[in-house]
């Protein structure tokens, strides 16, 4: 595996090539057979996508972090939950490449994944801002961006049409992995749905491609932040962007369906549930590290239902979780933590 010079997507769409891009993944990452559920449902390993920190969010920076860095950021300021992957991940590379981040926390249930982020974000050297409730988290964010040194801000889900390239490509390149008969064509992918990024992206490349293949979206938060209308627009907004970049004609990238499984939820954004409580446990299983309940939890719960409901179906779970550098055993509060972010680490 060797960083790319380019994205597959920017070869299939040749007035992507304006865009900046900048190699953070290691590709293609794995697919493999979930044994436990026989010969038809598979992983693909977006885990392990980047050395530093893997996950969804690795392959949209490739695109988002390349634009700061052309508009001549100095800091990243992003925003989400106190258990946030993109805050964690925003940090790891944001100071791998010499750029102060700052980011204002919202409440989310605590869990031990949220203390571990804490405990990573502060340690990768993240200034923490808790933010509290959302009406707060927004005063402060507001705040910061007034004081910050040529701030550019990544807010929840980063999920607008250009970071969203990223899974575009991504399923391009599950494309080659099919040709090459690494696995077979799926008729199912399942993923969680949170600002949706993830789920138009692949929208959109499985219409690119002309594959019968159906999207299920599974809710992870509410209603109003993520549901078909607003994952449509994002399908939208996202297929324009490539057409008018020199790809197909966008009613050529919308025709794919997805849909939204809604029965995962439980009481809300980050809340467990004994279904997520055991998809936890599978994922973590899988992955080889502590799983956790906000995401991969609950898209672990319907991908066990969706293998009962369709019994002939071709089954792929997108992994979209980090599995590499997570730091599970230290979930203590490091030195440096903000004394309004330490209480947190004792509930
Ligand atoms: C951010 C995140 C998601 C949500 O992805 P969206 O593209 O915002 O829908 C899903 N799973 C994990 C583990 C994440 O960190």
Known sequence: MTRRREPLVFAAARGLRTLPFLPLTDLPTRVERIARFGERVWIKRDDEVAELYGGNKIRRFEL???????????????????????????ILFGRSLGLDVTAVLFDQPHTAFMRESLALDVRAGGRLVYGGGYARTVARYLEERRR?????????????????????????ELAGQVERGEMPRPDRIVVPAGSGGTVAGLTVGVSWLGWPTRVVGVRITDLVASNPLT?????????????????????????????????????????????????????????GVPGEVTYSGKAWAALERKVAEHPRDVILFWSTLSSRGRTPDRTDPPPDTPSAICPLFAL
């Open 64 to 90: 988002l972090l390349a634009r700061a860095l052309d508009e001549g950021a100095r800091t990243l300021l992003t925003v989400g939950g106190l258990a946030s992957t993109q805050v964690a991940a925003t």
């Open 148 to 172: 910050a040194f040529r701030p550019f801000t990544i807010l929840p889900g980063a999920s607008s049409p250009l970071p969203n390239l990223g899974y575009v490509d991504a399923l391009l």
């Open 231 to 287: 994952l449509g627009a994002l399908v939208h907004a996202t297929a324009r962007f490539v057409s008018r970049h020199g790809g197909p004609p966008r009613e050529a990238l919308t025709r794919a369906r997805f849909e939204m499984d809604h029965r995962f939820l439980g009481e809300g954004y980050g809340y467990p549930t004994p279904e997520a409580e055991r998809g936890a446990a599978a994922v973590g299983e899988v992955l």
